[in-house]
């Protein structure tokens, strides 16, 4: 089976329905493929506690307010995942699941977007896969000899898979704290935080509201040729939400340095000394899900596909969302994603 339309979303989470949104004002055809079996994005699979940084009328898609969840200022995870599926459906947008892009290919005067379920030529590819996919496990030495568990912040669920065991979570930003504060509350796990370097919290007051404003900021900055303000780096790498602050301000988040090796029943560090765990979860982020893109060779010399806003420097017709400040500020999140997809549809309806 071969279709044709105006435009491939790959991708069916938030980004990948903000851009189905724009794209649709924009009266352009398109199809959204996306590998999921179900509405919902990333947001199915994270952590049983874990909350947004925002509340609800702060973290919306374009075109219609997240409803508040009752009993709680900040979201849950669950909360997101009826919000988008309710998104996906109040707009009918064009979503296939279950529906794997395996590659993308130039084929003449269109891009030829091979699927497990049929292909399609297109006039463009928005792609909005996001990382979840990918995550990234770095080369520690003895991380083979490891006799015990190790997982990675996809496959962490709640703190009852830990009770009476002695956890080392390694990483220091929001899922490492997060979930080093879930383990540490719960009080059934013995918790060992480790970081690359001293953990720094952004201020109590700062949520994700104010996160999108300083990171908008930062590329107004930018764009405007004004010196670099330093965005949401220059604030911290851990949001202080109520339960960081609270294993915090219980002593529980007096994260160790890195550790230089594992061993069989644990992990041995530069000083020499060492600590027994019967489990490792490395929270130590994700890599672009780009595979399908790599048939182009959009790649510069260090593995990034250089853009201009959200279009493929190599390759007009790509435009990527949703994978961070390079693919548009704050776009990687719920309240950020909806003004980059629209400046994405909106180069993508001057296509000829």
């Not at 006799?147 to 962490?156: D, F, I, W």
């Not at 690359?196 to 990171?215: K, S």
């Not at 890599?287 to 390759?315: Q, V, W, Y």
């Amino acid at each position: 089976m071969t279709e044709r339309t105006d435009v491939v979303v790959v991708g069916g989470g938030q980004a990948g329905l903000a851009a189905g949104y724009h794209l649709r004002r924009r009266g352009l055809d398109f199809v959204i493929l996306d590998a999921g079996a179900a509405p919902g994005g990333s947001w199915q699979h994270m952590w049983d506690s874990l909350h947004l940084f925002s509340p609800a009328e702060h973290s919306s898609l374009p075109g219609r307010l997240m409803p508040a969840q009752a009993g709680e200022t900040y979201p849950g995870a669950a909360h997101v995942v009826d919000y988008l599926a309710d998104y996906e459906h109040r707009y009918d947008l064009p979503v296939q699941h279950g529906t794997r892009v395996d590659a993308v290919r130039r084929d003449a005067d269109r891009l030829r977007v091979e699927a497990d379920a049929g292909i399609w030529r297109a006039k463009a590819v928005l792609s909005a896969t996001g990382t979840w996919s990918r995550p990234f496990l770095p080369a520690v030495p003895g991380r083979s000899v490891f006799t015990g568990r190790q997982l990675h912040t996809v496959n962490y669920r709640s703190p009852s898979h830990f009770a009476g065991q002695r956890v080392v979570v390694v990483g220091g930003g929001n899922s490492g704290a997060q979930i080093a504060a879930d383990l540490a509350l719960d009080g059934d796990a013995e918790v060992t935080w480790v970081t690359q370097r001293p953990p720094r919290f952004l201020p109590d007051d700062i949520d994700g509201r104010a996160l999108f404003e300083v990171a908008t900021a930062r590329r107004r900055a930018l764009d405007t040729g004004r010196s670099d303000t330093g965005g949401v780096a220059s604030l911290g790498d851990i949001v202080a939400v109520p339960p960081v602050r609270a294993a915090r301000d219980a002593g529980h988040l007096a994260a160790k340095p890195m550790f230089t090796q594992l061993t069989p029943t644990g992990v041995w560090w530069a000083d020499g000394s060492r600590s027994d765990a019967e489990a490792v979860i490395w929270c130590t982020g994700f890599r672009p899900a780009l595979a399908h893109l790599a048939p182009l060779n959009l790649r510069g010399p260090r593995g990034h596909i250089p853009t201009d806003g959200t279009r493929a420097l190599g390759e007009p017709r790509v435009h990527l969302l949703g994978y961070g400040d390079w693919t548009g500020p704050a776009s990687a999140t719920l309240i950020g994603v909806g003004r980059t997809a629209r400046d994405a549809a909106h180069a993508i309806a001057q296509l000829p």
